[in-house]
């Protein structure tokens, strides 16, 4: 079977891999006290091209959970989102189980209206309702879209005027900064905080959160501890993504899985229903279609229409050549 249903499928890249072996022996404090976390944060602070904070945290949704409630200090505070975000569809409720609202604002296909934010932002008048105090994204969206930097730069001034924290989250941040033309010292120029995903790039787990604004700094120790995200073992994050990180490494095996999703939407551009150029690939079929391939391709059905199923094909770092061109050959029978 082809396995095209998500891009976290596997242990993890080999060399990221090798990596933690070469050091497997090596002694170590722990908490993010040790030379790696160090090393890693001087790292950071170079590509940012600022002075930043950064965690290396287990995975996406302890990761929102975490970031969101340092910016929502107060029950009463609310963060706006558009309603197919993941923090809203894919998370359990994990948000409004820390007491906070989510805001839903209009959208254009996965994309927030940036038209629309100020007007979502003034429908909140007095103190019988929330208090909308910041504003989330996913870069790539949840279709696959990448914001472009003007529009990045929009939302950031939106932000400014309304004293909205921006957060943007990035679990699959290096797809978007392959198909884009910006890197991470734009974003960090940018957003209050962000993430670097390292879950659904290559690595066994670990998501990179780097705090841009000073307000947000102080005592996030604490808060990762209470959380439940602070891990014993921090320096083996870290080891990862040191290697990740250099040499522009994560963005190589990013590149890798956007050229393959090239490979699916040459091939099947008249299948598509929603465009984008990074790794998610969605197509419609029909019904009979669908129950002819799925027992050869594992795919994420997207959604059920009268007749028709719009699946997702995701590719990965380490997805082959030949495995697209054997799905490619699947679904136009």
Known sequence: MVNLKNDYNTIGDKL???????????????????????????LVKKLCNMDVDSYVLSGGTITNVIGLSEMLKYPYEAVIAVDSSHINVHETGAIEATGHKII??????????????????????????????????SNATEL????????????????????????????????????????ISDIASLADMFYIGGTKNGLPFGELLIITNNELKEHFNYLIKNRLGMLAK??????????????????????????MADLLRLDLKDYIIYPNNT??????LDNKKVDEIKDKIAFEIWEELHGF????????YNTKKEEILEAIKIIKG
């Open 309 to 316: 199923k719009i699946i997702r094909l995701v590719s990965s």
């Open 234 to 259: 921090g320096f083996i994050g870290a080891i990862m993504f040191n290697k990740y990180l250099s040499d522009n490494y994560y963005l190589k095996l990013a590149k890798s899985a956007n050229d």
């Open 16 to 42: 990221i891999l090798e990596e933690l072996i070469n050091k497997c022996s090596n002694k170590y404090v722990g908490y993010g006290t040790d030379e790696e976390t160090k090393k890693l944060n001087d």
């Open 144 to 183: 696959g879209e990448v914001y472009t930097l003007d529009e990045l730069k929009e939302i950031s001034k939106i932000c400014k005027k309304l004293n909205l924290y921006f957060f943007i989250d990035g679990a699959r941040l290096p797809i978007a900064l392959v198909a884009s033309k910006y890197n």
């Open 104 to 137: 839903y604002t209009p959208k254009i296909g996965g994309k927030i209206d940036i038209s629309k934010i100020e007007e979502t932002y003034n429908k909140f008048t007095d103190n019988h309702m929330v208090l909308p105090k910041a504003l989330y994204i």
């Open 279 to 284: 790794n998610q690939v969605f197509i419609k």
